[in-house]
């Protein structure tokens, strides 16, 4: 693997302030009074900062907006804050749910905030694409959230790009959000010591990776440790993480169809290189094109989120406990 694919992204404090909503001259005074952040510098000294830095100040900046102290929470870790995060909010669960019924139940919400953020996205907002995000996130919950506005807007993009109705350019600024988003969906619950091991990612080719973050979201809900390994991992990859982690299961995403054979090759090359006794599991949008494949394989193909679950239910019950500590 290329070296710098393993280097976190890094960002200017510009770009920072943006994605953040902390002003760059707020950022450099929580950096500099409460260690808050903690960026590195290039050759020229210009302070860079990475994805989790960003997620970091959005939290900071979500929980002094709620009415905490800079100084009390500056150097809380990332799961201290979003427990902070999600005790705000539960004081204003019971007005929440009032509204939501209100305006008819979550479904309907959902479809509320699907529209905003699509429009959103036509016009290439990503700070408002954000917002209506995060709040949907509080007021739907996360899986409602994955299930009920994500699931239907990455579908909703996906078609009005092949009509043309959207850029490439607009689908690469929706995924950077997104992807950002990942980190405060994830579930801060600690792992249990037992839990089942998963590898998740993409194949060879396969560059987009939103399937495979909200698969690895649902899975750490139903209690899976999951390796994220992120997108485009040739076959031999992903196998010697599964190898090595000792994992009972490898995810793959397959989100569009190829015109060739690489996705063929890959899924009998990563199936051989597992083993019969780790589980298989192909996901996304393309999965369909690929069936006789998987058939001939024997792999799991997942058809929604309830069959995934279900699916993730059914291996970590046959699964033995293995001490991982």
């Not at 990776?209 to 040739?234: Q, R």
């Amino acid at each position: 693997m290329n070296e710098d694919q393993t280097k976190p992204a890094q960002y200017l404090i510009s770009t920072v302030s943006k994605r953040s909503g902390v002003k760059t001259d707020l950022i450099r005074a929580w950096e500099k009074r409460y260690e808050a952040v903690t960026p590195s510098r290039t050759a020229g000294r210009q302070r860079v900062y990475t994805d989790q830095d960003i997620v970091r100040l959005k939290l900071l900046n979500q929980a002094t907006s709620n009415g905490h102290s800079i100084g009390q929470i500056a150097r809380l870790s990332l799961d201290e804050l979003q427990s902070l995060l999600k005790k705000d909010i539960h004081t204003t669960k019971q007005s929440l749910e009032i509204v939501t019924q209100i305006r008819g139940g979550s479904r309907e919400l959902a479809e509320e905030y699907l529209e905003k953020c699509f429009s959103a996205i036509v016009a290439f907002e990503a700070t408002v694409l954000e917002g209506h995000c995060e709040n949907a996130i509080a007021e739907l919950g996360p899986m409602p959230f994955i299930e009920h506005l994500l699931t239907p807007l990455l579908n909703k993009i996906g078609k009005s790009g092949q009509a043309g109705l959207l850029r490439p350019a607009h689908e690469h600024m929706a995924t950077a959000t997104f992807r950002s988003l990942a980190y405060i969906l994830r579930t801060s619950t600690p792992c249990p010591k037992h839990a089942p091991r998963m590898i998740m990612s993409t194949p060879l080719g396969q560059l987009h990776e939103i399937g495979a973050l909200l698969a690895t979201i649902i899975a750490e809900f139903k209690g899976w440790h999951v390796i994220y390994l992120g997108a485009n991992l040739p076959a031999e990859e992903i196998a010697a993480a599964a190898k090595y982690t000792c994992a009972r299961a490898v995810v793959i995403n397959i989100s569009f169809r190829t015109d060739d054979h690489v996705i063929n090759r890959e899924i009998r090359r990563l199936n051989k290189l597992i083993g019969k006794d780790v589980a298989l599991i192909a996901g996304g949008r393309a999965t369909a094109d690929y069936q006789t494949v998987l058939d001939e394989v024997g792999a799991l193909r997942v058809q929604n989120h309830d069959h995934f679950k279900l699916m993730l239910d059914g291996l970590r019950a046959q699964t033995p406990l293995h001490d991982y500590s």
